[in-house]
């Protein structure tokens, strides 16, 4: 079975300070994973993924991620954080060679503060 | 390129009622996916068409749900009689490939059945 956790409902964070918001997950193989961002009376929109290479992968709008097979995570960063930046952001994972369908986290909440 | 698009936007219902969610996904896109958040929990997956055929149909609720892609283009969503806790948001998500490649999703039918 595939699992994502997503520790915090919310995290907040002064503008111009980094950020990080945090996603753990459990599969039995090698993972798929996934970061979608969801703004105010909109759909998810794709922010970036890991499938296979690099640790450190980088998304659309400053953001980046680092998957970290020792510890199961994959956090998502952006060094310096902006208002704009203020929306619910969802982890996903699917086993690779699994199922297609991701499983998705909780969701987080990121409140960037002017 | 239009994305994928969902109508209603926002649907009040009385207990008991019928209610039909539409998803026309991104043209071209073979894969269709269903999902439902209820208020501050996890993205659920519901089904998965793949053109017209269903491929996957393990997160439908119950029987009261019936999902439709009538030639392997929009999609309906039809819940029969509606309850209290068919209520959330309804996403459509279309993909070209499955596993590796992200989906893109709809804006959201957010449904309230009172």
């Known amino acids: 079975a595939q699992s994502v956790a997503q520790p915090e409902d919310q995290v907040n964070v002064a503008e111009g300070n980094p950020l990080t918001v945090k996603c753990t997950y459990s599969?039995?193989?090698?993972?798929?994973l996934f970061w979608y961002v969801q703004y105010p009376n909109r759909g998810l929109q794709f922010l970036l993924k890991?499938?296979?290479?690099?640790?450190l992968v980088k998304g659309s709008y400053g953001f980046e991620a680092e998957f970290n097979k020792s510890q199961t995570s994959f956090h998502l960063k952006k060094p310096s954080a902006l208002v704009s930046d203020s929306a619910l952001y969802f982890c996903?994972?699917?086993?690779?060679?699994?199922?297609?369908?991701?499983?998705f986290g909780r969701g987080t909440s990121l409140i960037v503060h002017p | 390129e239009a994305g994928v698009t969902q109508f209603p936007s926002h649907s009040v219902i009385e207990k008991g009622q019928t209610v039909t969610l539409r998803c026309d996904p991104i043209?071209?896109?073979?894969?269709l996916y269903w999902y439902r958040r209820v208020m501050g929990k996890e993205i659920k997956f519901l089904l998965h068409?793949?053109?017209?055929?269903?491929?996957?149909e393990s997160g439908m609720p119950n029987n009261r749900f019936l999902a439709e892609r009538t030639g392997g283009t929009y999609s309906t969503l039809k819940v029969q009689p509606a309850e209290l806790e068919d209520s959330g948001v309804y996403f459509c998500?279309?993909?070209?490939?499955?596993?590796?490649?992200?989906?893109?999703f709809g804006q959201g039918t957010r449904l309230t059945v009172v």
């Open positions: 998500a279309s993909s070209v490939g499955r596993g590796r490649t992200e989906a893109f």
């Open positions: 599969v039995s193989g090698n993972p798929y």
């Open positions: 890991y499938i296979t290479g690099d640790n």
């Open positions: 996903a994972v699917r086993e690779a060679g699994g199922s297609y369908i991701p499983t």
């Open positions: 043209s071209g896109h073979d894969n």
């Open positions: 068409f793949v053109k017209e055929s269903k491929q996957d």
